[in-house]
């Protein structure tokens, strides 16, 4: 009996011991981290109606204003195999599941295109922020981005992949 109760005693100052550890480690996406980050998009890895080939670059700056949710702004171009070149800029949240490096993000983009019409496109994606070192990630995600003006033919689903850099305050 006293070996099962030392046992139990043990098992118990273990997790209670691990489970303080925990609490004092800073998680990757904690307040006030700032984030840096570079995409590539289209690659004909992406569909709607209009466009052929699609190359489209892409700059991100962001600020932690909670634990896990990221507030951005982000500006970028984009090529297409028509020569219709357009220019985007806008503001994006993203949520991060701690546990797995899933990421959850919402935006809304101004795009001005140099031939046709302007647009506001809102869109939405899903991503994994895998790290390849303690600040530097590489961050496929998969992306909806829908057009107000031209629904139909405009609104696009695709793959991009990023760059990013998690910088302490």
């Keep these: 009996m006293k070996k099962i109760t030392f046992m139990l005693i043990a098992l118990a100052m273990t997790l209670a011991a691990k489970a303080q550890y925990y609490q004092y480690k800073p998680t990757p996406f904690h307040q006030d981290k700032v984030f840096f980050g570079a995409s590539v998009t289209g690659l004909d890895l992406h569909y709607n109606s209009i466009d052929d080939l699609t190359f489209g670059v892409n700059g991100t700056a962001g600020y932690f204003v909670a634990d896990d949710l990221m507030l951005s702004a982000q500006v ?9 070149n357009s220019l985007t800029m806008g503001v994006g949240a993203r949520y991060y599941i701690e546990q797995n490096g899933l990421f959850l993000g919402a935006k809304v ?3 001005h295109p140099f031939k046709d ?3 506001l496109v809102p869109g939405v994606e899903v991503g994994y922020a895998f790290f390849l070192s303690r600040t530097v990630t590489i961050e496929p995600s998969i992306y909806y981005d829908m057009s107000v003006k031209d629904f139909s033919d405009r609104s696009t689903i695709g793959l991009k992949v990023g760059f990013g850099i998690y910088l302490n305050d």
């Design 109 to 111: 983009n101004y795009e």
């Design 117 to 119: 019409y302007d647009d």
């Design 76 to 84: 970028g171009f984009n090529t297409n195999g028509k020569a219709s």
